[in-house]
């Protein structure tokens, strides 16, 4: 048995937009890896769409959208943890010990974090891990897991959130995106962290002490970056194989 995660950079889900078009999907082949890493042919599966704890509408509406993907697609039982049931204690552990995968959809890191904080549901979430559940999320839902992350504010302006430190990298969700690149070379220039850049339709896969890369679409990339005696350094990391994670929190 193994403790798994995977951290999603981005990508779209096939939702329903407000002008009522409805965007691609493009993370299947990702999410089919966190499906087959339960080992189970119809997994029990849990959303948390916590980093949307402003609005109880667009949590249910996000649920239903990624349960036409886990559940219709992929065969998976599907359940749904709302912000608003974070203080029923008994509700919170007997769908933590019910879910094979628990999924955590994107939005605001640091309001999520700053509510499981509140909630204490940051010790629950660390033993589903430790239980050797699958954890994994998407962009918010994703880099949460690392030391801190990039994360946008508005008007292509970005800040460093903290994240829940499990693992020390600073990471960058939607690095394709306007801004993201740019904006975690100066970051990490102030924090001296090694970097983590996660483009859409990219994801990272840990294992206990081993990681690799999964993309769902060619153009789709992961690079690490660090500063090395003031000078910027970046690597594009290798898709589809296990390496030592030891090798990625560290500069060569």
């Known amino acids: 048995m193994s403790k798994k995660l995977i951290a999603i950079g981005g990508g779209e889900n096939g939702r329903i937009?407000?002008?009522?078009?409805?965007?691609?999907?493009?993370?299947?082949?990702?999410?089919?890896?966190?499906?087959?890493?339960t080992n189970t042919l119809n997994p029990n599966f849990l959303f948390l769409a916590h980093a949307m704890y402003f609005s109880s509408?667009?949590?249910?509406?996000?649920?239903?959208?990624?349960?036409?993907i886990y559940g219709n697609m992929y065969n998976c039982s599907c359940r749904h943890l709302k912000t608003s049931d974070l203080s029923n204690l008994d509700l919170v552990e007997s769908l933590i010990n019910w879910a094979?995968?628990?999924?955590?959809?994107?939005?605001?890191?640091?309001?999520?974090?700053?509510?499981?904080?509140?909630?204490?549901?940051?010790?629950?979430?660390?033993?589903a891990y430790n239980k050797e559940k699958v954890i994994?999320?998407?962009?918010?839902?994703?880099?949460?897991?690392?030391?801190?992350?990039?994360?946008d504010i508005n008007n292509n302006e970005f800040e460093v959130v903290e994240g829940l430190n499990w693992f020390d990298l600073f990471i960058t969700p939607h690095a394709n995106e306007k801004?993201?690149?740019?904006?975690?070379?100066?970051?990490?220039?102030?924090?001296?962290?090694?970097?983590?850049?996660?483009s859409n339709s990219s994801a990272?896969?840990?294992?206990?002490?081993?990681?690799?890369?999964?993309?769902?679409?060619?153009?789709?990339?992961?690079?690490?970056?660090?500063?090395?005696?003031?000078?910027?350094?970046?690597?594009?990391?290798?898709?589809?194989?296990?390496?030592?994670?030891k090798e990625l929190l560290n500069i060569k």
């Open 204 to 245: 990272i896969e840990i294992i206990d002490n081993e990681y690799k890369i999964l993309v769902a679409n060619p153009l789709s990339y992961a690079i690490k970056c660090y500063y090395k005696n003031n000078k910027f350094h970046e690597e594009k990391l290798e898709i589809n194989k296990f390496k030592s994670l």
């Open 179 to 198: 801004g993201r690149y740019e904006s975690t070379k100066l970051q990490l220039l102030q924090n001296k962290k090694i970097g983590l850049i996660l």
């Open 57 to 68: 509408s667009i949590q249910d509406s996000y649920f239903e959208t990624i349960k036409k």
């Open 136 to 151: 994994c999320g998407i962009s918010a839902g994703g880099v949460c897991f690392f030391n801190s992350c990039n994360s």
């Open 17 to 37: 937009l407000e002008d009522g078009t409805k965007t691609l999907y493009e993370t299947a082949i990702i999410d089919k890896e966190i499906v087959n890493l």
């Open 100 to 127: 094979d995968i628990i999924y955590i959809g994107g939005g605001d890191t640091k309001g999520m974090i700053k509510l499981w904080q509140e909630t204490d549901f940051i010790n629950k979430l660390k033993e």
